[in-house]
């Protein structure tokens, strides 16, 4: 009996389920942290050594004349831009124009670097506001190779803000924590909060360039779907005007999407140098992320991608055009060739119309990539296309020469002259 008190007496030590989560809780953190702080390692690590390798590397004289050749034609090619966007200055759709730098580095001329360090576009995939003006679309003229542009709507602005924008005081990145900092800066103008910022920006307000002057540039993560192509985007590539396309390179630069969790929170997307993948919530702490949520957020910015795929379709009016030059130009060079006294030429009319027209055709195609004249750029299939007009010149000339060969045999052997065999 004594024993049974006892064990009715002993109680078992009894730990809340709350706080048994919290202990669960804090060492994944810990876990987490440590993850973390490691992945950070990793990365500064990296940067060193490709830093000692960028000084290690010595630069051959054939370098430097490749290097001042680029410079020199992208001066050319900015000139050639500017002469074109005084004829036609085309009317922006809105007030508002968010510029993002996309590319360009050792291959610009200096005053085609100095137009980009006057938009503030110092690094690539730098982003600011402008103001639509005249003025603002030839100096985009200028650098449209190295940029791209568009038209944001309201909750782009609003995200770019909130996520990437920070105020610059005395050449200081001061991040926007707290409405004090916007109202000691713009309180004079009645902007004494952040919304009063996004409803200035996006309004274009009366005080839009002083709250451009005081946030500084938008540094985005490279946005997916860019191929390095400095064709205009409404010829395929990725530069110049994309009017309100651009909101979707905005949302692939912030990298945002609602992950599954219990909360429902919203987390910023962040690939560390060493490769893996984590995510950011609000409140600051950083957790790794699953592959299958990277796949799905990166698949969500490449829907478009199939239907941008072919650009440059074979059954277009162009395609045509330089099949009928071709065509024309081998028939005109051969036959010139044929009625020339010269033995020579006469026995190779064929050849040398054929190689004429397809030297002029290459010599298109090379100004075309060189931008000289106001086109899309070089194109395999257009010198596919130059070549089968070519061949269809070479194959109709080879007949009519057949033709008149059996009308001459034909003619002799009925006027009784003796044909010999050839």
Request: glycine content about 6%; aromatic content about 8%; charged content about 30%.
């Amino acid at each position: 009996m004594a024993a049974a008190n006892e064990e009715e007496t002993t109680k078992l030590s009894y730990i809340p389920e709350v706080i048994l989560k919290k202990r669960k809780s804090k060492d994944n953190n810990e876990a987490l942290a440590i993850l973390r702080r490691n992945q950070l390692q990793l990365g500064k690590n990296a940067a060193a050594a490709k830093k000692r390798k960028a000084a290690d590397v010595i630069k051959r004289p054939e370098d430097f004349v490749l290097e001042f050749r680029a410079k020199e034609m992208d001066f050319v090619q900015m000139k050639h831009r500017v002469k074109r966007a005084k004829k036609t200055v085309i009317a922006p759709n809105s007030n508002l124009i968010f510029i993002v730098r996309i590319q360009g580095k050792n291959d610009m001329h200096p005053k085609t670097r100095k137009a980009l360090y006057s938009l503030r576009l110092r690094k690539v995939f730098d982003g600011v506001f402008v103001k639509a003006s005249e003025g603002m679309m030839l100096k985009l003229q200028k650098v449209e190779p190295y940029v791209t542009y568009g038209y944001p709507n309201l909750k782009s602005v609003k995200d770019l803000i909130y996520k990437k924008g920070y105020a610059l005081i005395d050449s200081q990145r001061i991040p926007l924590t707290d409405n004090i900092v916007i109202e000691q800066a713009l309180g004079k103008y009645g902007i004494v909060c952040i919304e009063d910022i996004v409803h200035e920006i996006s309004s274009v307000g009366p005080h839009f360039i002083d709250v451009i002057r005081f946030l500084g540039p938008f540094a985005l993560n490279k946005p997916e779907g860019l191929r390095g192509s400095k064709k205009r985007f409404k010829d395929g590539g990725d530069t110049g005007n994309r009017e309100d396309d651009i909101n979707d390179l905005i949302n692939s630069g912030l990298m945002t999407l609602e992950l599954p969790t219990r909360r429902r929170e919203f987390y910023n997307f962040q690939f560390v140098d060493d490769g893996r993948c984590c995510v950011a919530s609000s409140d600051n702490r950083v957790y790794p992320t699953p592959r299958v949520l990277v796949k799905a957020h990166r698949r969500k910015y490449n829907n478009n991608k199939d239907k941008d795929k072919d650009k440059d379709p074979w059954l277009a009016a162009d395609k045509l055009y330089h099949i009928l030059f071709c065509f024309s130009l081998s028939l005109l060079f051969s036959t010139l060739s044929s009625l020339t006294h010269h033995s020579f030429l006469k026995r190779h009319s064929i050849i040398i119309g054929s190689t004429i027209s397809l030297l002029a055709g290459a010599a298109k195609e090379t100004a075309d990539h060189l931008h000289i004249f106001p086109s899309a750029g070089a194109s395999a299939k257009d010198a596919v296309s130059d070549v089968i007009g070519v061949i269809l010149a070479a194959f109709l000339l080879v007949l009519w020469k057949k033709k008149k060969k059996k009308q001459k045999g034909a003619a002799r052997s009925g006027s009784g002259e003796r044909v010999l065999p050839v």
